[in-house]
T-cell receptor, first 114, second 114 residues
Framework: EDQVTQSPEALRLQEGESSSLNCSYT??????LFWYRQDPGKGPEFLFT???AGEEKEKERLKATLTKKESFLHITAPKPEDSATYLC???????????????FGKGTKLSVIP | DSGVTQTPKHLITATGQRVTLRCSPR?????VYWYQQSLDQGLQFLIQ???????AKGNILERFSAQQFPDLHSELNLSSLELGDSALYFC?????????????FGPGTRLTVT
């Protein structure tokens, strides 16, 4: 069974204090890894897709990286508006029965204090 | 604003009842996905439709069903409701039928079963 574990569960940072969120996975045949940001009471907002080990994507203060076993979301000099829950999800494609395998982690709740 | 709309925003109903949740995808998007998010289970993929046809199934209960209409809007039907079905239900859409594309989430419908 595919497993996705995000750590830490919660993270408090001072404004400007850089850090990283971790998403480790145990899956068979990774087809893609997604990062989303979710604000309270709202739907997830797409951030990045990573397809292969060694790949990196950047957007403003966020940088996502991928290895064969985990992905990191690096946050450089965060601001209070970066406070949200960050979700990762792994896609492992279709099984023989046609079931879509997309497994989400429980998320990391990030709080950035001014 | 992702461009995906969901109605209603909130729904309160009793056990044993049946409800219908509605989703309109972004203009031009042919794929619609349904997700359930609860505090203990996190975000779980339920089902995907592409251009009116069921494309993939995830962890969807037999009491739940969905369809996508010719105008591409989608409905998720939940029947014989149980207390455990209380959750946030999200719809997402994407341009293509494959899961490699970005998904844009709606604001969600909060279902409370009493």
């Amino acid at each position: 069974e595919d497993q996705v574990t995000q750590s830490p569960e919660a993270l408090r940072l001072q404004e400007g204090e850089s850090s990283s969120l971790n998403c480790s996975y145990t899956v068979s045949g990774l087809r893609g890894l997604f990062w989303y940001r979710q604000d309270p009471g709202k739907g997830p907002e797409f951030l990045f897709t990573l397809y292969s080990a060694g790949e990196e994507k950047e957007k403003e203060r966020l940088k996502a990286t991928l290895t064969k076993k985990e992905s990191f979301l690096h946050i450089t000099a965060p601001k209070p508006e970066d406070s949200a829950t960050y979700l990762c999800a792994v896609h492992t494609g279709f099984t023989g029965a046609g079931s879509y395998q997309l497994t989400f982690g429980k998320g990391t709740k990030l709080s950035v204090i001014p | 604003d992702s461009g995906v709309t969901q109605t209603p925003k909130h729904l309160i109903t009793a056990t044993g009842q049946r409800v219908t949740l509605r989703c309109s995808p972004r203009s031009g998007d042919l794929s619609v996905y349904w997700y359930q998010q609860s505090l203990d289970q996190g975000l779980q993929f339920l089902i995907q439709y592409y251009n009116g046809e069921e494309r993939a199934k995830g962890n969807i209960l037999e009491r739940f069903s969905a369809q996508q209409f010719p105008d591409l809007h989608s409905e998720l039907n939940l029947s014989s409701l149980e207390l455990g079905d209380s959750a946030l239900y999200f719809c997402a859409s994407s341009r293509t039928r494959t899961e490699r594309g970005e998904q844009y989430f709606g604001p969600g419908t909060r279902l409370t079963v009493t």
